[in-house]
């Protein structure tokens, strides 16, 4: 009889088409969190730095970082979709709903929407959509994400292939946003420069110039932060063992640095709405040095608002390389061995405000 009582984590022959998992153990956030983060990332948005900023605009409170939400949301999801993931490959169709404040619990459930199975018989990929809720069944983060993940056996599954429609971007119609917002309060003394949404085009380019060197202690304390308990962040004594012989540094955490250097060109874009897609094209290291640059893909009218405009961003970080000549993609389609993510996301910023 088999009576272990710890958990192996899934693999890919463990998931089923519309299963539904629900992900232990709810998380109420605190000033904590929100310091540690401050402290791991240095973000500078007025609006998640300033309580008196916050309210100036019509929020209760000054909100947690998005991305600290969107992390504690994906930590819930890893014992059970990811623990024994080789890679996670990828996002697409993210919402951020009702902002996240300290005293608020989390909770995480996930629905697998898409399977295949690799050809090699050895890994398959699994799709799910997951949803973060706070303690009112508040929506607060709701993205698809694709992950490869190792097979118990390599005998060949049975599994047909099922793979999800997913958007290319998120529509302005369904991009969602505190009502009460008002961007008559928002001082751009404070925020940091003048540049509002008018001032951006479509296909303009910004070097984020500063880099951001990542320590070994820094990545394993960002992704116990969040309570994500993928193997490849920590068990070095295992990664010895693989491909690379180190630990991998959470995909995620490149997205935070990212985000965090983005200020440097981007200081008004105070809240993320939406993500579009993401790829983590190379993997990182602790050592690596951080930089990046963004790209305006496109300017979305809000309907029914003259004073707050969207900017879809895409954002390409790079290691150990600056950005001033925008590395990206080679004449073959391939990424530059040393880009290392591409992401690509929605932002809020306002079109009128107190000026400098």
């Known amino acids: 009889m088999n009576d272990s009582k710890t958990n192996p984590g899934n693999f890919f022959e463990n998931f089923k088409f519309d299963q539904e998992l629900i992900h232990p153990t709810p998380r109420t956030i ?57 890679a996670n490959l990828g996002y697409a169709d993210g919402h951020f709903g009702t902002p996240v404040y300290v005293g608020d619990t989390i909770t995480a459930v996930s629905r697998v929407i898409g399977l295949k199975e690799n050809s090699d018989h050895k890994s398959g990929v699994v799709y799910v959509r997951s949803t973060g809720l706070n303690q009112h069944d508040e929506m607060v983060v709701d993205y698809v994400r694709w992950v490869m993940i190792r097979k118990k056996s390599e005998e060949p599954s049975c599994t047909t292939p099922l793979l999800p429609n997913l958007p290319k971007s998120v529509p302005a119609s369904a991009l969602i946003f505190p ?41 394993q304390m960002a992704t116990r932060l969040y309570q994500n308990t993928a193997k490849v962040h920590f068990n070095l004594h295992e990664q010895l063992q693989g491909r690379f012989k180190r630990r991998l540094i959470y995909g995620g955490h490149i997205i935070s640095l990212a985000r965090a250097l983005s200020f440097n060109g981007l200081s008004n874009a105070f809240r993320i709405v939406a993500i579009n897609g993401g790829t983590h094209a190379n993997p990182t290291f602790a050592g690596d040095t951080i930089y990046c640059w963004s790209e305006v893909l496109d300017k979305l009218v809000i309907p029914r608002r003259d004073d707050i405009g969207a900017l879809r961003i895409r954002t390409v970080a790079v290691k150990n390389k600056p950005c001033g000549d925008f590395p990206d993609k080679g004449e073959d389609g391939k990424y530059h061995s040393q880009v290392v993510l591409d992401f690509d996301y929605t932002i809020l910023m306002p079109r009128m405000a107190k000026r400098l």
Request: hydrophobic share 45%.
């Open 179 to 219: 009502y009460q917002l008002r961007m008559s309060g928002y001082d751009l003394s404070l925020a940091g420069n003048h540049y509002l949404w008018d001032d951006y085009a479509i296909g303009e380019k910004i070097d984020h110039v500063d880099g951001m060197t990542v320590e070994e202690a820094e990545h």
């Open 30 to 86: 605190t000033a904590g969190d929100v310091a540690i983060y401050q402290a791991l990332f240095g973000p500078r948005f007025a609006v998640h730095s300033d309580r008196e900023f916050a309210r100036a605009i019509g929020l209760p409170d000054s909100p947690i970082d998005d991305l600290l939400a969107f992390h504690v949301v994906f930590g819930k999801t890893v014992p059970e979709i990811s623990l024994n993931a080789i």
